[in-house]
């Protein structure tokens, strides 16, 4: 394939679909596939696809128009948005059959308005806080609020579909008692509802960590992210390598210039990099435009044809420069991929860079073109 683009992101369908496999072999829940923030950096068009084709029906998206935006070709399966402020449009949102998260009093009256105006009820979500201290209704809360969208469920305003919370602290092995309380108060929600006389068709609260770490967090349904990508919620307590997860995305650039130079001269802005040698130089097309932190300057390492080739001076706005001895125009280098290939991975850039993989995914910007492979 003809390609323009100087840097890329190739995006493995067999190693995501090993990695849905993964999923399945911890729980036997419904799966709703994570595709916020651009399916994690991986293209969400492409995630989305390869998800429904592979039996999942539910796709979460953190706010509101990244759900519109992908209901536009993704018309099949359920779409669930958590992310909105007052205002939203929350009728296009009915209308588009995109189930809201709601989690508190405005947000239930702007709803049940904006379903009274489309004729259809909102399809809706519950949540409630057990200790994230984020969004949500306090367990508190809840009785009254139970009473009043039951009211609106009678009157054909909204459909309830789901409960669900979120966990704070399942990737953390020493922090296990803070996962307890918040299954105990996810069991007082759930019976608050039963009190109340509603019926939750779906339970939700496991992310990654609580699929993989907390079994009892599992219910009806759990929403894996970064699982899916290929990488490991917490990598200090096990790799993906060590939890059978293969990366979905390794990302590579081409070389577009070498140069050799004396010892003696300095690299990129500020010359934080000057050559103690004869040294060849290879210039890579990716920057902080694209996501590659300035953290990277002078700290990590590009594979250039088998070989570490260390970034050299401060990662600029679209390029870098890195000492490639073997390299040619042309070449293409790669930043990061599947640790099984003698690449470092997402996880060595986000030690590196004083961050988390899911952020080194993430930052990734829309010059970067995405394209499947496998
Ligand atoms: C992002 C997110 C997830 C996925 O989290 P991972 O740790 O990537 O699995 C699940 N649920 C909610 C509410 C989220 O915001």
Redesign the pocket.
Known sequence: MMNQAPARALISRRAFEQNIDVVRRHTDAQLMA?V?ANGYGHGVELIAQWAWEAGIDWL?L?QIDEALALRQTHTHGHILA?IYAPGANFQRAIEQNIDLSVGAQWAIEEISAAARASGRPARIHIKVDTGMTRGGFDVAELPGVFEQVKKLAEAGIVEIVGLWS?LSCADDPVSDAVTDQQVERFEQARACAQQAGVTIPLCHLA???GILWHPKTHYDMV?????LYGLS?NPARATGTDLGLEATMTLEADIILTREVPAGVGVSYGHTFVTDRPTRLAVVPVGYADGISRHASNNLSVNANGHQAPIRGVVCMDQFVAEAPDAQAGDTVVLFGPADRGFLTADDWAQKTDTIN?EIFCNLGPRIVRIPVD
């Open positions: 994570i916020k979460g953190a958590w979120h992310a990654s960590a929403r894996p992210g970064i699982v919620p899911y």
